[in-house]
T-cell receptor
Framework: DAEITQSPRHKITETGRQVTLACHQTWNHNNMFWYRQDLGHGLRLIHYSYGVHDTNKGEVSDGYSVSRSNTEDLPLTLESAASSQTSVYFC???????????FGDGTRLSIL | AQSVTQPDIHITVSEGASLELRCNYSYGATPYLFWYVQSPGQGLQLLLKYFSGDTLVQGIKGFEAEFKRSQSSFNLRKPSVHWSDAAEYFCAVEGGATNKLIFGTGTLLAVQP
C-alpha cells in the first residue's frame, strides 16, 4: 500500500543546531506540504511543492527551508533551530487541487 | 483572506448521544471543504470532503456534513457517538484551486461512558 512516512518520530536538539526532518511518500503525488501543529493554532503551512525543483513559502516559513530533488521526498530543514520551533511537524501529499491530502504520523521536535 | 473558525475548543458528549461540530469559513467563492480527524500521536485522517453538488456529504465512520452557503458553514454531525470517536477534529478549506489547506484550530471531542 502507498504511504507517507516521516522520520524521526521524535527528536530533541539544541538551539542553533541545524535539523532536517524527512518526509517520503510512495503515492507518486506531485504536491507535498509541510505543516506545524501548535496548541491553539491548528496546523499552519510552512512550505509546499508542486513538483520536482518547485518550492514555495507558506504562512510560517521563516527559519525553514525545503528542497525537492525527486517526486518522493521533501525534507524540511531548520537552519538554526530556535526554541520557538518546538512543535509537531506534519508532512502531507496530494495529487492535485480539490483532492484530499494524505498525512504522515508527524515528528515531535523539541528544541532546548 | 481565507480563514476557518471552529468556535468550540472542547466538547464532551455522552456515548450514544448525537454530535454536531461547528465550522465557519471565510472565502469569496465556493471553497473546497474538508473535515479531518486526529487521534493522539497520529496524523490526520480524512473524514469527508465537499467540492460541489449535493450539500449533504457522507463520510467514513458514520459522519456527515452539510454545506450551507448562506451561513458560510460546514458543520460535522454524527447521530450516535461511540467511545472510539474521541479525538481532535479539524475543519479545513482550500480556495483558489491551489491544493493548499487553511485549517481551523480544531475541536477536541471527549466521550463519556
Amino acid at each position: 500500500d502507498a504511504e507517507i512516512t516521516q522520520s524521526p518520530r521524535h527528536k530533541i536538539t539544541e538551539t542553533g543546531r541545524q535539523v532536517t526532518l524527512a518526509c517520503h511518500q510512495t503515492w507518486n503525488h506531485n504536491n507535498m506540504f509541510w505543516y506545524r501543529q501548535d496548541l491553539g493554532h491548528g496546523l499552519r503551512l510552512i512550505h509546499y511543492s508542486y513538483g520536482v525543483h518547485d518550492t514555495n513559502k507558506g504562512e510560517v516559513s521563516d527559519g525553514y527551508s525545503v528542497s525537492r530533488s525527486n517526486t518522493e521526498d521533501l525534507p524540511l530543514t531548520l537552519e538554526s533551530a530556535a526554541s520557538s520551533q518546538t512543535s509537531v511537524y506534519f508532512c502531507a501529499s496530494s495529487d492535485f487541487s480539490n483532492q484530499p491530502q494524505h498525512f504522515g504520523d508527524g515528528t515531535r521536535l523539541s528544541i532546548l | 483572506a481565507q480563514s476557518v473558525t471552529q468556535p468550540d475548543i472542547h466538547i464532551t458528549v455522552s456515548e450514544g448521544a448525537s454530535l454536531e461540530l461547528r465550522c465557519n469559513y471565510s472565502y469569496g467563492a465556493t471553497p473546497y471543504l474538508f473535515w479531518y480527524v486526529q487521534s493522539p500521536g497520529q496524523g490526520l485522517q480524512l473524514l469527508l470532503k465537499y467540492f460541489s453538488g449535493d450539500t449533504l456529504v457522507q463520510g467514513i465512520k458514520g459522519f456527515e456534513a452539510e454545506f450551507k452557503r448562506s451561513q458560510s458553514s460546514f458543520n460535522l454531525r454524527k447521530p450516535s457517538v461511540h467511545w472510539s470517536d474521541a479525538a481532535e477534529y479539524f475543519c479545513a478549506v482550500e480556495g483558489g484551486a491551489t491544493n493548499k489547506l487553511i485549517f481551523g484550530t480544531g475541536t477536541l471531542l471527549a466521550v463519556q461512558p
